[in-house]
């Protein structure tokens, strides 16, 4: 099952607004990854975080991984329509293994 | 540089039936993973294939089989389908050789099982 937890799971926002969301697990992570998702396509990867307390920026999009391993973070400045979608971290367990990902933070934008 | 492709886009099969979903991988990279995502949900691994072989595997049952092929494309293959198998197939690329976690998602192929 997951092991990613996400939050908030939705969030209306006015266009021009920051956003933040987070992502939280019990296991410690030695990469986080955030995806975006539109409807009908398939998630495209916006940043990867490899090291504890990386800041990086990707645009308006800045993310964080969190000094303990178990959280990152993901802000949306001056937000527009098109950042509308859901948006997902996701992570390897160890090793080469796959990502498991969160269930999502689904974001609307009101212009 | 050529994205990850699937095909087809959309499937509707019935209950019992069996279906063969395809993926090209991203130019340059030898490592596919499948993902199933059921509505309202992340995608949840089915397994992986590097070097035409099988590299992981999630928790979903053996009627769930793929193949990769010399070129780095794969196939996934369900057989027996159930109603619960309906869902968004994601295809994802990646370079093993660039020691990077970074997978590239495919737009998916819907699957409908009625």
């Known amino acids: 099952g997951q092991q990613l937890n996400q939050s908030p799971q939705s969030m209306f926002i006015q266009e021009g607004e920051d956003v933040s969301m987070n992502c939280t697990s019990s296991?410690?992570?030695?990469?986080w990854l955030w995806y975006k998702q539109e409807p009908g396509e398939g998630p495209v990867l916006l940043i990867a975080?490899?090291?504890?307390?990386e800041l990086t920026s990707n645009g308006r999009l800045t993310a964080q991984f969190g000094i303990t391993r178990k959280d990152s973070f993901l802000n949306i400045s001056a937000s527009i329509p098109s950042d509308v979608g859901i948006y997902f971290c996701a992570g390897p367990l160890s090793g080469n293994t796959p990502l498991v990902f969160g269930k999502g933070t689904r974001l609307s934008v009101i212009a | 540089e050529t994205g990850v492709t699937q095909s087809p886009t959309h499937l509707i099969k019935t209950r019992g039936q069996q279906v063969t979903l395809r993926c090209s991988s991203q130019?340059?990279?030898?490592?596919v993973s499948w993902y199933q995502q059921a509505l309202g949900q992340g995608p949840q691994f089915i397994f992986q294939y590097y070097r035409e072989e099988e590299n992981g595997r999630g928790n979903f049952p053996p009627r769930f089989s793929g193949l990769q092929f010399p070129n780095y494309s794969s196939e996934l293959n369900v057989n027996a389908l159930e109603l619960d198998d309906s869902a968004l197939y994601l295809c994802a690329s990646s370079s093993r050789l660039a020691n990077s976690y970074e997978q590239y998602f495919g737009p998916g192929t819907r699957l409908t099982v009625t």
């Open positions: 130019s340059g990279h030898n490592t």
């Open positions: 975080l490899y090291k504890a307390g």
């Open positions: 296991s410690i992570f030695n990469t």
